[in-house]
């Protein structure tokens, strides 16, 4: 049974649809996109702990570490054993880690939920996220923009399945809670019931993605399609760089900040997203936004974030990638800029505001994976894709730490307002600024660190 997994066991047959791969891609992205809705149970879970918030939020900090070091290691085992073999490791991780913080919550020690779903699920996040990157790559060569949008799109997408799901299982499995009160929290037992459910559920949804995912034909290409009109546009490459090289040139230390940056002004936000409308708008100690309407913004946010990553990817292909990020990071300033200043002034404002910023914060991840490809080629972008993901580890430290440690110095949760985020979100311009500049000075990889025709046959030779 385990050879099925095999990469050789995956090539497409003769007319395979390549339609066919994003759902499957999408599938696994689904499910490890629940990593977006922690703030749902995220006072439940302080609650149940009895501790700080920036003690819960290292769980997302160290799944979001693990993510970029997992991917990071193990990229280039992803291309050399094939996606189908990849996934059905990530669903093993991601559902494993959701058991153990099960125990972890069972039996009160914290550090059983950092390791279970910090850890364990944090290797499940970084495996499945580039899994299908690669090969959906290697299936849409003429549109890399829209077919990584199509997958990476349920990333972004999946906390506005497990927002409302998590809700509804929490008050099913413990009659006491009612997600429509502020001060309500789940039971231990309810927490303990959600994740045992969560990491069965999800394991068996990414089998759908393993079982249907396939890889092109050696020298496949769609119908049609000319690399000659691809390469003629500005920074897109025909030749092939290896990761090992790749990790050397300039271009992609400079891309790695400019993920770094785009990636740190986002996630603080999504990290804090449910709290955060009810303390935008909070006079006297009550906030005018109901927990249930707060709930409903993470799943809204998770929209736009999703939405993002298909618009704007799509649009990089019209437009390029290096402008397209000048929009994400330039246009990004001037939004934090407005929500710092002005988002308290309207419920509508806030919500429109927060939304383009995740929507930007969705494209950059989503577009990435073509813009390593329009530099480096796709001989080994999956690889490179996962060390350049160690900027979105980095980020999950930085994001959360900058928000939840403003948060923690004006006081306890339930009694900030607005003035309380300024310092970050000014911050965060800041962070954005600088990414700006980077990606401005991206240029062509030199040829020196190109690889020879003969190198990538023997490469594609042994992988097969």
């Known amino acids: 049974m385990l050879s099925a997994l095999d990469h050789r066991h995956t090539v497409a047959p003769p007319g395979y649809s390549r339609w066919l791969i994003p759902p499957a891609a999408l599938s696994v992205h689904l499910c490890i996109g629940q990593a977006y809705a922690t703030s749902v149970y995220k006072n439940s879970f302080i609650a149940h702990f009895d501790t700080s918030q920036t003690a819960i939020g290292i769980i997302f900090s160290i799944a979001i570490v693990m993510l970029g070091l997992s991917a990071a290691v193990g990229g280039t ?150 690399l000659a009109t691809v390469a003629s546009r500005p920074l897109v490459t025909t030749a092939q760089v290896a990761a090992s090289n790749a990790i050397r040139t300039r271009s992609f230390w400079l891309l790695w900040i ?28 009550v906030s005018s936004v109901a927990v249930a309407a707060a709930a409903g913004f993470v799943g809204l946010l998770s929209l736009f974030n999703m939405a993002g990553r ?67 080629g796709t001989y080994q972008v999956g690889a490179i894709h996962g060390r350049l993901l160690t900027a979105w580890s980095a980020a999950g430290i930085a994001g959360p730490l900058i928000i939840n440690g403003f948060l923690d110095a004006q006081g306890k949760p339930g009694t900030l307002t607005s003035s309380a985020y300024q310092p970050a979100l000014f911050t965060m311009v800041g962070v954005l600024a600088i990414g700006f500049v980077a990606n401005l000075l991206i240029r062509p990889v030199p040829e020196r660190f190109h690889e020879t025709a003969d190198e990538v046959a023997v490469e594609g030779s042994a992988a097969r």
């Open 77 to 226: 085992w992803v291309e050399a054993n094939g996606p189908r073999k990849a996934m059905f490791v990530s669903a093993c991780f991601w559902a494993t880690g959701f058991l153990v913080s099960a125990v972890g919550i069972a039996t009160e020690q914290l550090w059983l939920v950092y390791l279970g779903y910090g850890v364990l699920g944090g290797i499940g996040l970084g495996i499945g996220y580039i899994s299908p990157v690669s090969t959906l790559i290697k299936w849409f060569p003429d549109r890399p923009g829209l077919a990584t949008g199509l997958a990476i799109m349920g990333f972004g997408g999946g906390a506005m399945v497990a927002s409302p799901l998590s809700r509804q299982l929490l008050s099913f499995y413990d009659s006491g809670y009612d997600s429509g009160n502020a001060s309500s929290v789940a039971s231990g037992g309810a927490l303990v019931a959600l994740f045992v459910t969560l990491g069965i559920g999800y394991f068996v949804i990414m089998m759908f993605g393993v079982v249907n995912v396939r890889v092109p034909p050696p020298g496949w290409s769609p119908a049609g399609f000319d």
């Open 258 to 285: 400019v993920l770094f940056c785009n990636v740190t002004a986002g996630i603080g936000i999504l990290e804090q997203a449910s709290p955060m409308i009810q303390d935008f708008f909070r006079e006297d100690g």
């Open 310 to 376: 298909f618009v704007w990817s799509s649009t990089s292909d019209i437009i390029g990638r290096k402008p397209m990020y000048v929009v994400y990071l330039g246009v990004g300033m001037v939004l934090y800029a407005l929500l710092a200043s002005f988002g308290h002034a309207a419920t509508a404002l806030f919500v429109l505001l927060a939304g383009l910023i995740l929507s930007f914060y969705g494209g950059g991840f989503a577009t990435i994976p073509a813009y390593l490809r329009d530099l480096f």
